[in-house]
């Protein structure tokens, strides 16, 4: 076992910002483990300009992601990428990973979440085709016939956006939509948008490309076929938080409950970022998190 002050799991920004904040006290000997082959978590899917976070301005998350990385490789933050965590157990502080086994004074869960996939059996380069980040492509669901799944924000501001470009749109959602009331409204009001509540898609059909999308009324078993040859699902997304459901209890959607010092109902075991809330998945607090969590960390654990 490899012995550290801190492990911080997760190399979005949350899990970087409380990185960036240990490196500052010299002594601190931490670890940051990241599952995927890069450090930024969803840093790379904002295509649009940042001016969210505290004043500060960037063209877009890669923007932001290359001034992180600098200063993970200027301040030698330790890192490994491409790790695969098979099992923790937090009351012990250890995790076990594909690149060795790890023990820690404190474990700080900086997961993030990921996008929910849209659940139904298709062909393999029919559901390669779904749409989830229309940010970046806004124009291949201009003047065509878009199906948008799901009935929150997101959603009806895609459906709105393709219908204001030409395109004809079905909004469909297995209940009623929960987007703001303003939205609503106005996609009620667009004579370019159908709205199919109370279904769920059945199947995806085409042969090259999407050409329908089936979907069946939860009610009466009525299925309709759309012709659609841009589907875009936005459903939501999920904690990853897979791993500790076991030892702490997941509070609604599997999102991590923590107190104001970022601290889990585990001592020493903080929790940052997207996991953590639901109601503010912000750049902002992904980043106060972090600094808030290193903070704590070394205040209580290790200079103690
Ligand atoms: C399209 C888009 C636009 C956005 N625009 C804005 C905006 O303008 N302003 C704003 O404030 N916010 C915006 N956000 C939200 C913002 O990007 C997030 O709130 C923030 O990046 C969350 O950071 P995080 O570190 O908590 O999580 P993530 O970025 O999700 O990072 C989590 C990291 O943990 C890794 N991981 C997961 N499981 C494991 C594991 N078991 N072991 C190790 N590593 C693991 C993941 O690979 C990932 O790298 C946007 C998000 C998206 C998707």
């Not at 890069?38 to 932001?64: C, H, M, S, V, W």
């Not at 200027?74 to 923790?88: C, D, G, H, Q, S």
């Not at 904690?239 to 030892?247: G, I, M, Q, V, Y």
Request: proline letters at 3%; a neutral charge.
């Amino acid at each position: 076992m490899q012995n550290y002050d801190a492990i911080i799991l997760g190399g979005g920004l949350a899990g970087i910002s409380c990185a960036l904040e240990l490196i500052h006290e010299h002594q601190t000997n931490f670890m940051l483990l990241e599952s995927s082959r890069q450090l930024g978590g969803q840093l790379p899917l904002i295509k649009f300009t940042i001016r969210d976070l505290g004043g500060a301005f960037y063209k877009n998350g890669q923007e932001l992601l290359d001034s992180v990385n600098y200063s993970v490789e200027k301040f030698a933050v330790p890192y490994k990428t491409n790790v695969a965590i098979t099992r923790v157990d937090l009351s012990k502080k250890q995790v076990f990973t594909s690149a060795g086994d790890f023990e820690a004074r404190t474990i700080v869960i900086a997961t993030g979440l990921r996008t929910r996939l849209l659940e139904v059996k298709a062909q393999a380069n029919l559901l390669q085709e779904i749409i989830y980040w229309v940010e970046g492509r806004e124009e291949d669901v201009w003047n065509t016939n878009v199906t948008v799944i799901g009935g929150g924000d997101y959603a009806t501001i895609e459906a709105l956006g393709a219908a204001q470009h030409g395109s004809k749109v079905t909004l469909v959602n297995r209940g009623p939509l929960r987007a703001r009331p303003d939205l609503i409204e106005d996609t009620k009001n667009n004579p370019n948008m159908t709205l199919l509540l109370g279904y769920e898609v059945s199947a995806i059909k085409g042969s090259q490309n999407i050409e329908s999308v089936e979907v069946t009324n939860q009610k009466s078993g009525e299925v309709i076929a759309i012709p659609t040859n841009r589907l875009v699902v936005k459903i939501g997304s999920m904690p990853n938080t897979e791993l500790f459901k076991d030892e702490l209890s997941l509070g609604s959607g599997g999102y991590i409950t923590v107190g104001k010092d970022m601290q889990t109902a585990i001592p020493g075991v903080y929790a940052i970022g997207d996991v953590t809330d639901a109601r503010y998945l912000r750049l902002g607090t992904a980043v106060g998190g972090g600094v808030t969590a290193a903070n704590e960390l070394l205040r209580r654990y290790v200079r103690a």
